[in-house]
């Protein structure tokens, strides 16, 4: 059985403790995993300390250099990658094929971004006092090494988010992926491995570290002073809870969301219908901008919720291996249960099952049926958790205004989407949602990664998206000179 390693400091290392790692789809064991010991965790803490300002010092040219060979890189591994991802965390081929293409572009414009973020001229001389002065340069400097801490359900795109722009501004960054899924992070680091030959001048091998370990030795890492940023993606809880953890790092949090959407009357009906249904269900609902909640004008609700039943029959459901498949399993059994209880508890509240649940009696291994709700009490957790599973509550309005309070009664905030021709609704929405994103006519699970992504409220703090990232891995030095003549 192949063996998951670690990079620490540009050498491969193995370690006395390990674990395996299973199939969501079959519960095979697809390969073992390195854990870091203390000390190993201390070698890769030092190492991003050792390596922060000779990489700063490095120049923008061969940064940009180095992101465009992983680019190049990732994609000549392409099927190497894939494979990882459907093996390690059942995500259906088709998806796992997307999120390469997506990393691929991910490290293709933060070596362009690369060549022209730098900073900015200010001018001093706009009172009296300022007079003698040459316009202010705001340099933007790298801030310190990133400790990034990534989930299971893009374990090659959501490092890839820190990894380029950590590059790009100068940063070293150490990753801890996520344990169900740390293969396509190994395959990475081989990718660095191999860019860092040939460069115009030398790059720190400890530019990147890729350490799988307990909670324990990286909760070591969250409180080390050494690591100034701290940037996670993952669950809410843990999240909130490692931000107390983290002291004076600068802390950058991709939290989770119950995404809504609403559908007005105006709409065209079949594509909003179409577009919910792979926003609820692809990749059995794991992902953090999945719809979950959907808000439809009473007057063509009935008629919306055949069309959505229809489009959610027609989706692949069941092995990951197979390239029709946009449902496939959960990420163990204990997903599985926690999403079947949470349905349970809105069905005895009074839901009903418009589609799947034990309804539909086709629950396999890990794979649970696409489930559509109606009725649900606003309480319950399909409604106002996060339930990261293929699950969607379809409920009506009658206004709009009362759509836009249903989308804010959640406490999070990440992305929501809006289908209506009407200029004007949109423009209510543009100025009443309360969310990071918004998109007209999309569901909320579209991302571009060049764009600034993140939420409000109980969904997180700060940006990613390539620039974004740049700048939370950055601070401002300011630069006055005086005028000798």
Known sequence: MNTRRLWIDGSWRTASERHTLISPWDNSPVATCELASERDMQDALEAASQAFRPLRRVSRHTRSVLLASMATGIAARREHFVSRIVEEVGKPRKLAEVEIARAVLTFTTAAEEAKRFGGELVPVDI?????DFLPALALLVARGPVLAITPFNFPLNLVAHKVAPALAVG???????????PGAAELLAEVFQEALQGLPEPVPPAALQVVSASNDVVARAIEDPRMVTLSFTGGQTAGWSLRARAGRKHVVLELGGNAAVIVHGDADLGHAASRCAFGAFAYAGQVCISVQRVFVERRVFAGFLDLLTDHTRRLGVGDPHDASTVVGPLIDAAAVERVRSW???AKMGGARVVLGGDAAGEYKGNVLSPTVLTGVPRDSRVACEEVFGPVVVVEPYDSFDEAIEAVNSSRYGLQAGVFTRDIGRQQLAMEELDVGGLLFNEVPMFRADHLPYGGVKESGLGREGIRYA????SEVRTIISRRLT
């Open 171 to 181: 940063a070293p960054v150490l990753v801890k992926p996520a344990p169900q899924g």
């Open 470 to 473: 740049m700048q939370a891995f």
């Open 343 to 345: 349905i349970d508890e």
């Open 127 to 131: 009172e009296p006092s300022g007079r």
